[in-house]
T-cell receptor
Framework: DAGVIQSPRHEVTEMGQEVTLRCKPI?????LFWYRQTMMRGLELLIY????????DSGMPEDRFSAKMPNASFSTLKIQPSEPRDSAVYFC???????????FGPGTRLLVL | AQSVTQLGSHVSVSEGALVLLRCNYS??????LFWYVQYPNQGLQLLLK??????LVKGINGFEAEFKKSETSFHLTKPSAHMSDAAEYFC???????????????FGQGTILTVHP
């Protein structure tokens, strides 16, 4: 099993640009989570999906952030426009129904200049 | 509401010494509890989990944790530290009631473990 795959691994962009982060969950998993990790706020859940449907997006910081899951094997997290305070490591994780463990991807390190 | 508190943002031990990382939780329903480890520039990896079976849980790399309901604690221990244990450790609690919060993990702030030769 390839595990959770995220791309890109690193992203450097300028303020105001659109950023798209991508995630491929583990095959067969029907829950997908997006997290953000910063020194100041630690690990925060942004949004999660079940069977491709967004269930809870209460952690999404503002309207500049959006997430989609068009099919069971792909999800995107988009920031438009990006701001320096969005600089963080963004993790995607997936889990299967009835299985307690979330499996994390390697993360995308985002730097907004 | 649920929360996790990790006591000590940094813990330093000598190689071969006991490792003790503290975690206390609050949850309105019986919790599932987890310890994850994060090595530099990597994602989080599950060390062990408690899911209402045995209260003493053994994980990978020689780590174990004991669920103590009376103390609302889930401390992580390892009898003898190794240099390769140096990493950041996160305790997490999973919400097990219904609604949109079902299955969500709430993480502690993390504890950075340093191991000295």
């Amino acid at each position: 099993d390839a595990g959770v795959i995220q791309s890109p691994r690193h992203e450097v962009t300028e303020m105001g640009q659109e950023v798209t982060l991508r995630c491929k969950p583990i095959s067969g998993h029907d829950y997908l989570f997006w997290y953000r990790q910063t020194m100041m706020r630690g690990l925060e859940l942004l949004i999660y999906f079940n069977n491709n449907v967004p269930i809870d997006d209460s952690g999404m910081p503002e309207d500049r952030f959006s997430a989609k899951m068009p099919n069971a094997s792909f999800s995107t997290l988009k920031i438009q426009p990006s701001e320096p305070r969005d600089s963080a490591v963004y993790f995607c994780a997936s889990s299967g129904t009835g299985r307690e463990t979330q499996y994390f991807g390697p993360g995308t390190r985002l730097l907004v200049l | 509401a649920q929360s996790v508190t990790q006591l000590g943002s940094h813990v330093s031990v000598s190689e071969g010494a006991l490792v003790l990382l503290r975690c206390n939780y609050s949850s309105s329903v019986p919790p599932y509890l987890f310890w994850y480890v994060q090595y530099p520039n990597q994602g989080l990896q599950l060390l062990l989990k408690y899911t209402s079976a045995a209260t003493l849980v053994k994980g990978i790399n020689g780590f174990e944790a004991e669920f103590k309901k009376s103390e609302t604690s889930f401390h992580l221990t390892k009898p003898s530290a190794h240099m390769s244990d140096a990493a950041e450790y996160f305790c997490a609690v999973r919400y097990n009631a219904g609604g949109t919060s079902y299955g969500k993990l709430t993480f502690g702030q993390g504890t950075i473990l340093t191991v000295h030769p």
